[in-house]
């Protein structure tokens, strides 16, 4: 099941209220966002210009500590649908279980698609996926031990989204082989998800071909606007890792008090066993709280970290 968190729509029908009552757990957003600049009157009334979106790349590139070319589009999953087209379907083995958008458009594009556990399972294959931080356990593989798998696969995509809370788990530092993508989203860490801006790391070539099934103007003005000051923020970014780290911590110990284990996560998410998880969703959706559960798992509940000491409190309540 494509089935995602976000869908906040669902909760209002089942248990009532407005938008603006909910607090939203059920991804991975930061909910203490990067604030956003002034936009300049041409990002609203000119297409977007080579000389603007080479600022934001040269902003992405050095904020990601990479050498490889750098595509931006609109979001990650704009990624994740080209990609299966680069090359003629074949076998694509991901390392799950994972965010389920990979499998669902490899299928889409005529792959034949296996779910694996095991990092070692996925050799062979013609086309690799690995979440890295994975979501929603936030499972990570070292950059050497990624490096040693793409020399046995056709080709390897790191979807790096939740990476930019720790980049030292990123294998884009450097320079990237040829048949190694790396995809990283804007959206969640610095919270402006309706942007809809990501990027895709890769060789000269493979980013080429990319941008040529992406058009001439992949994202918009006001996204290449934000983007470029967010990703050039450096002190903003190293602050809100500071204290996103922090308040996972205090999330673990709301989640402890409440009887839940915790199995997981990144400091943008956390992962906990519950005794029943359609019965914990329930019990924070009456308290106006949205959380995500997995149809995969009757226990697994997963938690984006509250916005503020307002919404801190209500989890709190919530969960007393």
């Given amino acids: 099941m494509r089935d995602h968190g976000g869908n906040i729509d669902a909760a209002i029908a089942r248990f009532g209220g407005t938008a603006a009552g909910w607090i939203d757990l059920s991804t991975g957003i930061n909910r203490v966002p990067y604030p956003v600049p002034p936009i300049p009157a041409p990002a609203w009334t000119m297409l ?63 792959w034949t698609v296996e779910e694996v556990r095991t990092p070692e399972a996925l050799a062979g294959a013609d086309l690799a996926v690995i979440v890295n931080p994975n979501n929603p356990d936030g499972r990570v593989l070292t950059p050497d031990a990624l490096r040693a798998l793409a020399g046995r696969v056709g080709r390897i995509v790191v979807d790096e989204s939740f990476a930019d809370a720790t980049p030292e788990t990123s294998v884009a530092r450097g320079a990237l082989d040829h048949g190694t993508l790396v995809l990283r989203s804007f959206g969640k860490f610095y919270g402006l998800a309706g942007l809809r801006l990501g990027f895709v790391l890769g060789s000269t070539s493979e980013i080429a071909r990319l941008a040529d099934m992406a058009g001439p103007w992949p994202v918009n003005g006001a996204a290449i606007e934000v983007g470029a000051a967010a990703l050039a923020d450096h002190a903003w970014a190293r602050d809100t890792r500071d204290r996103l780290a922090g308040e996972a911590g205090w999330l673990d110990a709301l989640a402890a008090g409440a009887g839940w284990r915790s199995i997981g996560g990144t400091t943008l998410f956390r992962l906990y066993d519950t005794p029943a998880a359609a019965k914990a969703q329930e019990r924070l959706a009456r308290a106006r709280i949205w959380s995500r559960i997995f149809p995969y798992s009757g226990t697994w509940l997963r938690l984006g970290l509250p916005g503020g000491e307002a919404e801190w409190s209500r989890l709190a309540a919530a969960l007393a």
């Fill in 48 to 110: 977007p210009t080579r000389a603007a979106t080479e600022r934001l790349t040269a902003a992405a590139r050095g904020a990601y500590g990479t050498a490889a070319d750098i595509l931006p589009v609109a979001g990650a999953q704009a990624a994740i649908q080209m990609i299966p087209r680069l090359s003629r379907p074949g076998r694509a083995r991901v390392l799950g279980p994972t965010y389920n958008e990979h499998a669902g458009a490899l299928r889409s594009a005529g």
